[in-house]
């Protein structure tokens, strides 16, 4: 009973298996008394759960990154699943004890993403763009390989902003053999470090949060800053006409200025960057949402797709 | 020099060459004599010119349709080249007069475009889709393959709609492969009909308006009513969840209730349907902007991309 | 006593009386014990009341349908009207047992309804329009007469959906002396349709939720269909003006594109059955709130009417 | 022949009547000479016309208010009908001359409004409300019979307020037959001073433009104006629930804080008195368009309805 | 220890003070027992609590105005700072019971204010603003001293509305001597007599509400009409240049019509004038929030401030 | 007579005077004929004229840069006012030719402005901020002196730029006398480099057109990015908290995502910032149009000011 993760159960199903604390929010309920808020993971996914009349010991003990066991039951609660939880304690030492474990993944190993990203570095033929991007992804590998794409929302895992990369080169690849117009080197070089400021908005793969150069700066100044001083280093003059093309796609990304853009894209490849971003957003937060569905039920509302709620159909 | 077309000549060039009478609207001057406002089109794109003073005889000769010989230079008015016409004749029996030779085409042929598509039928497996796609496509086969996809804006020319309907039956190819959860079923159906309720919007591919069930029910409720009365004839049910799937599919395409769709997308496939819809739209209108465009300047303001314009890179 | 109904009753006096359960949904309460959220209703309106610490047997016994002996207290939790229930017992067999005699009707009796709204077809004298609405209207009597006009909202009880086309009929029968240029018959025949394909979108007149079909097309499309399809039976040209004319009464009957309506009126008759229907729809639900509010202050605030709250001025 | 109106005639039809100039605004023309644009007008409705290579005799001529034969063509320009002038003298004093005679008039005689507008006054029940509207009539009496209820738009004629009012007195009373819950007492107050600020607002019937308090406070606060001051010298509190009540139908009946409102209707009449402004404006103003248009033909695009144009069905 | 006040404590420490009940609002818990959500104030500020359990007896004790010794800690609730209660009693006679001590103040003293506000009524050189401000001012003196600037928000303390509008005159000031062409007049009699409105609008500098009028017409047209009839009884013209430019200061001064106002700014003093409201008010609730913020930290999200959190920079 | 400029003689009035040629755009008028599109300056303003029937000679001769005799008339056209041109030949060797004493200037002298804007440096205390403006400054002094602020609407002449820097420099003085707890130094370090990258983004004084990395990246990212490289060669982290907020307060300073912002203001000093920006514009704006306007008349419509005319009222 205990190889079933989280997502092999059904609702109003006991559950017993181990899982990661991801996070855990101590704070008042109504009745005046504490509790803990939970959220647990394993690589089947995230769920919450909440710990009613929680003594100090249990605040003290219960901690993000510990792995436990947990033996409950899956329930519904506003159409979202959660634990009601029957008991709980600290994973002993003849037990799954580390928290990569249970932590959800990229759908694809790292070192083949890897490897297939640095074919599309081959691709970038133009060689401003070709060092730019280099020299960046060097500077940056370690995070660029373990960070999420995005706090909440899509690609929210370890390893999500390198696949979601992966993902957009994949798709502009397949439009560059459709609309030969393009200038796959421009969209190519634009796809990589269109979110690669995010290393540096987002303290990291854990425990989510944004730094102050994130608050108060925000992804698309930060890596415009270190194209900026990449061009510096290596001697290329920010002005040149290269320079600007790639400064652009990743400044305008976000497509609409309400979207923090700070301008639109002016160029067709700066508007296929943004609307594939969309896209594999869209793809990525959909699929993560149904398939956590019921063949024949809705899912609940997605915040990142306003709100609407999608259909699951039934299986033929 | 009449080997040359239209968008052959740059600015401030003399022209010679035959072209199609494509729109001929009579004004009144701010002077009070009438002049013809010309949209003349050949194979490179369409232009428009003014003919000042112009004479019942010249108003009752120069009409849609017609071939005409032209002499004239090409000029820049408020940004957007134009014909300042220095002669202008029918042209003789001796010179080419098939108004087919100066229409915009479909970059692909007829036949070719024909056989891909079906090739995609085969591939709609569920026999409901597959039924109602190919009820209708044999019902306005002549009008799929001869309509423009709009009135103007995209893929405004004959043949138009059914390259745009291959081009985004070839992204949903290329996102079927990249994103194995798509049922590429139900995307090809709804590829296929999503915008073949034109047929019975717009007049025609020449000199296109809207009819009158244009006007009051809009291409989107007209393929809907198609789609019904199919089920009717070939005895499937429209409540089924297979007819309710691709009917969504067709009347959510738009995207956003603001746009004309009764419901936004609650469909993965609708979704994307609806994003890819809009790439291959955008791509087009730039494609065709930028190629009357040089390198280094900027395009006019393009009404179908939010007024923006778009930079064309120097050639390295 | 057992004679008051619910809303003969004022804020903070204790209550006795029988009410039917409208819904009953189990919650858990902070302190981890479950509860049930009921509403109860009578004639006079519906109410909410929380019962605490329900036990399984209280779960299991108290579901909507069932008429209750209710004792308790009525107060104001945050500004809305709730009950605090003491005790709690299903209704004994010597007592009122009928949920028919708890549920809120139309103000007007269904046969005097249904003959008025008889007197109205004889006024639509276009033979087309008169064939079609007669003909839906006996597919759908039984629902017409026994749906509500919506889930929530206005008219949200039993024979609601029948009332609210009525007050419709009656405003436009009004116009039309007023305005001897409407087309009354269209007018009359578009009032009648407009909402039917609710009888489609919606689950029924208790419990209502909506339909797949509900949910993936709509009730404008739903009503759309239904039009097509008795064209087809009855042998009359969904492409004549007349059958145009009478669709894009229905299409377009929300206004603007943003409440789903695929296009915006362009009939004058159009205008007006969109602002008639607004205009009722406003009174029925200001008329609510209003018979729940003391003179001299204001309803809580209605969502239906942009989050306003009205007042009730004093009476003189 | 002469006894023919503007609109009697059709497009591309010579024409030969006497018009009055309505207005006559002098411009310089793209070569560089005066020409005047003038808007003459009669009975049947209002027509645009240019007069090119205008002399300073013509120009000192022709000005607004003067009676003038007319001989020329009405055609069509973008969509409007306007007048080529072939010929164009001044009225001699053997023809008519009177300019009241070519001027558009509300559709029933002012001796017949003003009389059933007097009946409204006396279901005004309520003292406080029946003796300021009485005060406020009678010190306005000439203007509010006089003037339009609008510079343009609907109602823009003569004697257009008080057929306005009138208007939406009658759709008021139908309404407090079909919701006996209306207090038709404040509704008709409201309706009868709802417009009564653009008195002030106005300039005047005739070459209607802004004052400058219409300029800097707009005709709802000058009309809040005169009904404290008319409490003032009445006797009664403003602050009594019966003046707010008043102050807040006519301040609120623009519906919306963007339309010029400075708070949203309160009450339910307020709410009412919005709606039907905006019914009556309606069909007034597509009543207009729709007179000039052929069945089976669309209107102009209408200003004050969002720009939409309306379909004119053909006879049956 | 009893020395410090509420905001001199920081989250985490017993607290132990006396403080001024500003609100207590009874409600029931999810456990079914009814508890006390408070407001308490001192001078530092005002800071929230929740009294669970609560007896009849501490109900009807612990009521808004009563001096309460309150022995604590303070927590951080949603990042809002609270109490949780450990002992809470009434003050005893030998202790401080006087709410006045425990009020939030204008960080400047009233005689100040008043001294200085008079010295810019000196500066009002035009006579008609002259006498009508000094008639207001006179008329409302003591409620203008003494009334909050908002219900919440800015300035949402006693003195707040004398204080808001001092600061607003001093930028004017600020801004007469840079920009020579504003009217100081005309800026200094709008900035007095801007926010007068809000002493009919609200109920009063405790537990303030909104009045009737207040809902129903708001402040600026409350104002409007003290306008009126103060020009009515000094025997000025209400329709002289001077008086509309005043009354437009007013009435336009929320810039937006989306924000109440009538009219937008036509006049430079009137654009002038709203946005110097702005920025005090900006200034004021930033000020506010910063102080309870600290340093390297952002505040909570400022609701008038569009929700936008605010950093507090480290002291260097 | 020659001494008068452009804004000294009335509408109607002959006027004689040397003026410089600021733009001149030839363009084919409605009847065939090329024209220029004049706009002349001199130090009262700018204001437009045709020159009809333009020979080459003429398009030759008269092009932007040249000081030309003009003789004609002053007209209103459309509410604004332009120049008839009776005669215009280009200024003789013995006439006024220097284009410099024809351009509109700052109202103060450059000396003086440099001089104020030094003493400001020296109050910017904070070392880092400091260096950075000092060294910024110094690199781009002589575009920092001449540059317009705008291309057009406000402070659009040569010396614009470092006006417009300085009257916000002295509100934000005047506030942080009022507003003790702004941090004057980061204010006054961001208002003096909030606009410098219009440097970069604009062309010149001259006939001011936007530059490619102009279009591009806009005037925002420009001056971050010369404030990174600034804090690269002095040595200075660009995460150093200092370099976080002199960057927020310059990438906010817009106010909102829709003006370009990327991240909107979370500093008390960059909201002010913000909000000084905007009131020193509109007064700058305002003061322009009001210059041309005859007391007792509206202005024309302000672009700049959302499409608001603005009242001059009436000296008394």
Same mark, same amino acid.
């Given at each position: 009973?205990?190889?079933?993760?989280?997502?092999?159960?059904?609702?109003?199903?006991?559950?017993?298996?181990?899982?990661?604390?991801?996070?855990?929010?101590?704070?008042?309920?109504?009745?005046?008394?504490?509790?803990?808020?939970?959220?647990?993971?394993?690589?089947?996914?995230?769920?919450?759960?909440?710990?009613?009349?929680?003594?100090?010991?249990?605040?003290?003990?219960?901690?993000?990154?510990?792995?436990?066991?947990?033996?409950?039951?899956?329930?519904?609660?506003?159409?979202?699943?959660?634990?009601?939880?029957?008991?709980?304690?600290?994973?002993?030492?003849?037990?799954?004890?580390?928290?990569?474990?249970?932590?959800?993944?990229?759908?694809?190993?790292?070192?083949?993403? $890897?490897?297939?990203?640095?074919?599309?570095?081959?691709?970038?033929?133009?060689?401003?763009?070709?060092?730019?991007?280099?020299?960046?992804?060097?500077?940056?590998?370690?995070?660029?390989?373990?960070?999420?794409?995005?706090?909440?929302?899509?690609?929210?895992?370890?390893?999500?902003?390198?696949?979601?990369?992966?993902?957009?080169?994949?798709?502009?690849?397949?439009?560059?053999?459709?609309?030969?117009?393009?200038?796959?080197?421009?969209?190519?070089?634009?796809?990589?470090?269109?979110?690669?400021?995010?290393?540096? $908005?987002?303290?990291?793969?854990?425990?989510?949060?944004?730094?102050?150069?994130?608050?108060?700066?925000?992804?698309?100044?930060?890596?415009?800053?270190?194209?900026?001083?990449?061009?510096?280093?290596?001697?290329?003059?920010?002005?040149?006409?290269?320079?600007?093309?790639?400064?652009?796609?990743?400044?305008?990304?976000?497509?609409?200025?309400?979207?923090?853009?700070?301008?639109?894209?002016?160029?067709? $490849?700066?508007?296929?960057?943004?609307?594939?971003?969309?896209?594999?957003?869209?793809?990525?937060?959909?699929?993560?949402?149904?398939?956590?569905?019921?063949?024949?039920?809705?899912?609940?509302?997605?915040?990142?797709?306003?709100?609407?709620?999608?259909?699951?159909?039934? $299986?033929?």
């Amino acid at each position: 009973m205990l190889n079933k993760r989280i997502f092999d159960y059904k609702n109003d199903e006991n559950i017993e298996l181990f899982v990661l604390i991801k996070s855990a929010e101590t704070r008042i309920a109504k009745n005046g008394k504490q509790f803990i808020a939970f959220n647990f993971s394993d690589q089947s996914g995230v769920i919450s759960a909440k710990f009613w009349d929680a003594s100090k010991e249990a605040i003290a003990t219960f901690t993000p990154g510990k792995v436990v066991y947990l033996k409950g039951k899956r329930e519904l609660y506003q159409n979202n699943p959660q634990i009601k939880i029957f008991k709980l304690r600290l994973a002993k030492e003849s037990e799954p004890q580390d928290p990569a474990l249970f932590v959800q993944k990229a759908p694809e190993k790292r070192a083949e993403i $890897e490897a297939e990203l640095n074919r599309y570095l081959f691709e970038i033929t133009n060689p401003t763009w070709n060092r730019i991007v280099r020299a960046l992804l060097k500077e940056y590998q370690k995070e660029f390989f373990t960070f999420p794409a995005a706090k909440s929302n899509h690609h929210a895992y370890a390893g999500g902003l390198a696949f979601h990369t992966l993902s957009i080169l994949r798709l502009a690849k397949a439009l560059g053999t459709q609309y030969p117009q393009l200038d796959t080197s421009l969209l190519y070089a634009g796809a990589i470090l269109h979110d690669l400021g995010k290393v540096l $908005e987002l303290s990291g793969p854990v425990a989510t949060s944004y730094t102050l150069a994130g608050n108060l700066l925000g992804h698309i100044v930060l890596i415009d800053e270190e194209i900026v001083k990449t061009c510096e280093r290596l001697g290329l003059a920010t002005e040149s006409e290269d320079a600007l093309l790639l400064r652009h796609m990743i400044i305008s990304h976000h497509g609409l200025l309400e979207y923090g853009s700070p301008v639109r894209p002016h160029l067709v $490849e700066a508007e296929v960057l943004h609307q594939l971003d969309n896209l594999d957003a869209s793809l990525q937060m959909l699929d993560k949402s149904l398939e956590h569905t019921a063949p024949g039920e809705f899912t609940e509302r997605i915040f990142g797709m306003d709100g609407r709620n999608f259909y699951r159909p039934n $299986e033929k």
